[in-house]
């Protein structure tokens, strides 16, 4: 009888063992699948730009929360932790439609920001881009 009693302790110590494993491991993999901030390709970057994007002030209470979204770039390293909060939006564009927002968050490169894309209609962040606004709009042209 105990032969049976000491067989059936090492059965559940080995049970409990493999169990432990295969949450440990269930837990590793969904970390590792969890979805990151998703880097906008140019086309679909430039699908949510219309001719007119009109400059949104940030006091507006009908922008959209970024705050999460903020967090999850941050902890990506997309974006630095030195730079606070309340300096990090630096400016805030509608399109014509009143569909997508575009905020552009401040960077520790001068004239270099990351921008945020909305779709308030669906109340959701389509993802982020990065903006070089001197090689954009030639900013760094010398004038003669």
């Known amino acids: 009888m105990t032969t049976h009693v000491q067989h059936f302790h090492l059965y559940l110590s080995i ?3 493999v169990t432990t494993a295969l949450c440990v491991l269930a837990v590793i993999l969904k970390m ?3 979805k990151g901030p998703k880097l906008l390709e140019r086309e679909k970057y430039n699908s949510t730009l219309t001719e007119k994007m009109v400059e949104v002030k940030k006091t ?3 922008i959209f929360n970024i705050w999460p979204y903020v967090s999850r770039l941050k902890s990506a390293k997309i974006l630095s932790k030195k730079i606070k ?3 990090l939006i630096y400016k805030i564009y509608r399109d014509s439609s009143d569909k997508f927002e ?3 968050l401040s960077t520790e490169d001068k004239n270099n920001f990351v921008t945020i ?3 308030k209609k669906r109340k959701k962040t389509i993802g982020y881009s990065f903006l070089d606004s001197n090689e954009r709009y030639d900013l760094n042209k010398n004038i003669a």
Do not use: A, W
């Open 85 to 87: 909060d309340h300096d």
């Open 102 to 104: 575009h905020i552009l």
């Open 60 to 62: 507006d209470s009908n």
């Open 15 to 17: 049970m409990l063992v």
């Open 117 to 119: 894309i909305v779709n």
């Open 32 to 34: 590792k699948n969890r």
